[in-house]
């Protein structure tokens, strides 16, 4: 028995069979290495504010593939570029590796307009607001005070489920005593959507939106930017007839916010 081990039959056996072992292990060793891309890693690039162009060029460069995963509408944002990518940028990873990337939608999607007539102007408004819409409002003589009569689109009345697009100005005709007054409020140092819901609220209009004078540099500051001048002026004494429009100056220079303030009790805050 232990002579057989020893036969030169058993040797050539036991040697190929080692050799078989070898080439097998080296072979799956190779197919790992070759499916995995070992050795071949790269970093990812940033693609936030690209066009889709741009990233395609880019990601070929890398050897790198794209895919969009969704589009979303941002009234802010610039159209048909990136907002978001997986994996994050500066990650590792092997050539030919998909890249999501989310993108800002260059048409806004349609919704269905919602139905507020009858409702009282605050709450119409904010309806309108919690869809993604504009208002300006009208007022229009009606015994039916502080009440939507009407809602239009580019002058034309707009029925409830019609379809309008995210981002559309809808006019309110809100019913009003004829010839009825109020007082203007004090806007000073707000932000234009605290202006605008003190604005509506008083039964007036957003007139000038001016940034003339605004001295900022990103959307953000443009958004947080404030309100240091605004006319028809605020008084305690003089009344406006319901619906003018207040002409709104923004600043994110906070010297100017109280600089072109008039020295007088007549238009400061009410305490």
């Known amino acids: 028995m232990f002579k057989f081990f020893l036969s030169k039959k058993f040797l050539i ?14 072979s799956i060793f ?5 499916y995995t891309l070992h ?26 593939r794209y895919t969009i995963l969704d589009s979303i509408y941002l009234e802010k944002a610039d159209k048909g570029v990136v907002l978001d990518q997986n994996p994050l940028p500066d990650e590792l990873v ?5 890249i999501y990337i989310t993108v800002s939608r260059v048409i806004p999607p349609s919704i269905a307009m ?60 809100i019913g009003s005593a004829s010839d009825e007054k109020v007082l203007v409020p004090y806007l ?27 001295k900022c540099v990103t959307p953000e500051d443009t958004l947080n930017a404030r309100i240091y ?3 028809p002026v605020r008084s305690s004494s003089v009344p406006v007839t319901m619906g003018t429009s207040i002409d709104l100056y923004f600043t994110c220079d906070t010297s100017l ?6 020295d007088s009790t007549a238009n400061t805050p009410n305490e």
């Open 94 to 98: 092997k050539e030919g590796r998909n």
């Open 114 to 173: 919602p139905d507020v007539v009858e409702m009282s102007q605050r709450l119409a408004i904010a309806k309108l607001e919690s869809y993604g819409l504009k208002v300006k409002t009208e007022y229009i003589p009606s015994e039916f005070v502080n009440s939507v009569i009407m809602q239009k689109v580019n002058g034309k009345e707009v029925k409830p489920n019609q379809k309008v697009k995210l981002g559309t100005t809808v006019l309110l005709s």
């Open 39 to 64: 050795g071949q890693s790269t970093s990812v690039p940033s693609l936030e504010g690209l066009t889709v162009a741009e990233v395609e060029k880019i990601l070929e460069e890398k050897k790198l």
């Open 229 to 231: 001048r605004q006319s």
């Open 30 to 34: 190779k197919y790992i290495d070759s």
């Open 188 to 214: 000073i140092d707000l932000t234009k959507e605290e202006a605008r819901h003190r604005i509506f609220e008083s039964s007036l209009n957003v007139g000038i939106e001016d940034y003339t004078d605004c």
């Open 257 to 262: 916010i109280h600089a072109n303030e008039p």
């Open 13 to 26: 056996n036991l040697a190929a069979a080692i050799v078989f072992i070898v080439i097998v292990i080296w």
